[in-house]
């Protein structure tokens, strides 16, 4: 799991967002810590990929 900015997409890459201070800001685009969301990339990735291939059979 990951946790990304909602609002410029940076991607938070320490150890553990969820003991970052509550005034913790992203470094790209300076939101606060309420505009980021834990995300599942691979799932994201596969679910992403599997539509991919069954639209492309279709045609």
Known sequence: MT???????????????????DDYLCPLCD???ENFQQRDLATEITAA??????????K
């Open 3 to 21: 946790w990304m900015c909602s609002i410029c997409g940076y991607t938070y890459d320490g150890e553990d967002f969820t003991k970052e201070a």
């Open 31 to 33: 939101s606060g810590k």
């Open 49 to 58: 990929t599997d539509q991919y291939f069954t639209v492309k059979e279709e």
